[in-house]
């Protein structure tokens, strides 16, 4: 059981911790709300995935030029699956977040994309609120990844009835096979290691044609495959995406 320090009477104050959604990568998507608050003199927290590697997140905010406070300070999260270095992890980002809440700081959580949708700040939240579930915790939307990727292709995602899927590319390859058999668009997020398993279950279904690649959507890395039927097996960047058009099932009938 994990117990926390409240507040005295003479500084009743708790901060807010706010997840600050910042776009996929061009600081021109930062939202209006987003950059009131960056601007604000709050804690800032950012992800990572080991000690001593860069942000995404904050990259972002170095190429859109805003001063990054001296209250700010990487949280790691590492790339495992191990739920016990996982659970170690997100607590003690909940317990660095909590001595500024404590103390009455708003903290701001800096997430690429969007901080409702396959973002690490879920996990800080829940985290936060197991051990001060007085926490206020807020999030300010932000523009995703596929839809800062659509408009690069200039692509509808989806059209009157359609059906628009998106997950996680790593699910089993059976899953994501009944994805495409149920979507008419599907949207394959973090498609790094499966992209060779992907191309092949397309080309099997006759859509690759019908397939994009994006990756690093906005950023100065931004790289877009429109034919991915000659792909040549070169390694593709962890922050990449597939969109597939499927005409098999288009005109939302299934």
């Known amino acids: ?88 992890a997100w607590l003690h980002a909940g317990q660095t977040c909590l001595t500024p809440l404590l103390h009455g700081h708003d903290v701001l959580f800096l997430v690429e994309g969007d901080a409702s949708t396959y973002s690490t700040f879920g996990h800080l939240a829940r985290t936060v609120r197991s051990l001060a579930p007085q926490v206020t915790v807020e999030i300010i939307p932000g523009i995703t990844s596929f839809h800062a990727a659509a408009a690069a292709l200039t692509t509808p995602l989806v059209e009157q009835n359609d059906t628009l899927i998106i997950a996680a590319a790593t699910a089993d390859m059976t899953t994501i096979a009944r994805h495409l058999d149920q979507a008419d668009t599907l949207v394959l997020l973090k498609i790094k290691p499966v992209l060779p398993q992907v191309l092949d279950l397309l080309r099997q279904r006759g859509v690759l044609a019908q397939a994009q690649l994006v990756e690093h959507v906005g950023s100065p890395d931004e790289r877009i495959v429109r034919d991915l039927q000659q792909w040549s097996g070169a390694p593709v960047a962890y922050l990449s995406l597939l969109i597939v058009r499927n005409s098999h099932t288009q005109s939302g009938c299934h």
Do not use: C
């Open 1 to 88: 059981m994990h117990t926390t320090t409240l507040l005295s009477d003479s500084n009743p104050r708790i901060g807010r911790l706010i997840g600050v959604s910042l776009g996929p990568g061009d600081p021109d998507l930062i939202t209006r709300r987003a950059w009131a608050l960056l601007k604000t003199h709050s804690h800032w927290r950012y992800p990572i995935s080991q000690a001593g590697a860069e942000s995404y997140a904050l990259n972002i905010i170095h190429r859109a030029g805003l001063a990054i406070p001296a209250a700010a300070a990487p949280l790691h999260f590492p790339m495992t699956r191990d739920p016990t270095a996982l659970a170690a």
